[in-house]
T-cell receptor
Framework: GAVVSQHPSWVICKSGTSVKIECRSL??????MFWYRQFPKQSLMLMAT?????????EQGVEKDKFLINHASLTLSTLTVTSAHPEDSSFYIC??????????????FGPGTRLTVT | RKEVEQDPGPFNVPEGATVAFNCTYS??????FFWYRQDCRKEPKLLMS???SGNEDGRFTAQLNRASQYISLLIRDSKLSDSATYLC????????????FGAGTRLFVKA
């Protein structure tokens, strides 16, 4: 199946610093990637849709200036959490759509990045 | 009302049991449907797509009922390794492609 990687897998940072998370599709080109956040015992919440070569589309309530998304190539999208605060501590997961997959809406998820802001 | 609703469980079943999960969705513009499984502190993994005609993959059977707006997942002959959270996922196509996750149903299979 399609493989998506994320880096780093976990990060601890101090309040006020910025953290960049990378999401890569390893064996296919993904024109669309998604960024999700998941708090303990809750479902995944879509933060934004990342489109290669254009601006990301953010969900309501997600600050675009705080969560910067860049999708510079067909295999890489990055999420930068700027001026992180403890309430940003969460599990961030990206996913990518394989346009050549059996079902054009199937998403393949990265392993996630656990962010802890102290 | 949530766009995608699932019984959170947990479902506690013995090995070998058959267990069924249901999921309801509220938006008639929903276009595609999936079941994912998520293990604790891991990412979701695609289990199967769901079609109106029903589809089966080994011990797993998924069914879609568009008229009643629900999807189901049946697991036969449960294994210990089936213990996980099962996520119902609905894709909306309202001019754009939007993914809605259910909150998940927790399954524990015990020996």
């Amino acid at each position: 199946g399609a493989v998506v990687s994320q880096h780093p897998s976990w990060v601890i940072c101090k309040s006020g610093t910025s953290v960049k998370i990378e999401c890569r599709s390893l064996d296919f080109q993904a024109t669309t990637m998604f960024w999700y956040r998941q708090f303990p015992k809750q479902s995944l919440m879509l933060m934004a849709t990342s489109n290669e070569g254009s601006k990301a589309t953010y969900e309501q309530g997600v600050e675009k200036d705080k969560f910067l998304i860049n999708h510079a190539s067909l295999t890489l999208s990055t999420l930068t959490v700027t001026s992180a605060h403890p309430e940003d501590s969460s599990f961030y997961i990206c996913s990518a759509v394989n346009p050549r997959g059996r079902n054009s809406y199937e998403q393949y998820f990265g392993p996630g990045t656990r962010l802890t802001v102290t | 009302r949530k766009e995608v609703e699932q019984d959170p469980g947990p479902f506690n079943v013995p090995e070998g049991a058959t267990v069924a999960f249901n999921c309801t969705y509220s938006n008639s513009a929903s276009q595609s449907f999936f079941w994912y499984r998520q293990d604790c502190r891991k990412e979701p993994k695609l289990l199967m797509s769901v079609y109106s005609s029903g589809n089966e993959d080994g011990r797993f059977t998924a069914q879609l009922n568009r008229a009643s707006q629900y999807i189901s997942l049946l697991i036969r002959d449960s294994k210990l390794s089936d213990s996980a959270t099962y996520l119902c996922v609905v894709i909306l196509n309202t001019g754009g492609f939007k993914t809605i996750f259910g909150a998940g149903t927790r399954l524990f299979v015990k020996a």
